[in-house]
C-alpha cells in the first residue's frame, strides 16, 4: 500500500465527523455535579528540560 506524501483532510474528517455525529459526541448532557476547567494540559516532557516545563510545573 503506497501512502501519499501529504495528508488531504476532506474525505477522512468528512467520514469522521458525521460518524461522531451520529454517535452524540458533541452533545452534552449537564448532570448535578459541579463544573470544572482544565486550564492547563498534564505535564509532557517530550525533549530536554527547560524553564518551560518549570513554569508549567508551578503553574
Known amino acids: 500500500m503506497e501512502l501519499s506524501k501529504n495528508y488531504i483532510p476532506d474525505s477522512t474528517e468528512i467520514k469522521w465527523n458525521s ?3 451520529e ?10 455535579r459541579p463544573s470544572f476547567t482544565v486550564v492547563i494540559p498534564p505535564p ?4 530536554v528540560l527547560h524553564m518551560g516545563h518549570t513554569l508549567n510545573e508551578t503553574v
Open 44 to 47: 509532557n516532557v517530550t525533549g
Open 19 to 21: 460518524q461522531w455525529k
Open 23 to 32: 454517535k452524540g459526541y458533541f452533545n452534552s448532557v449537564p448532570d448535578e
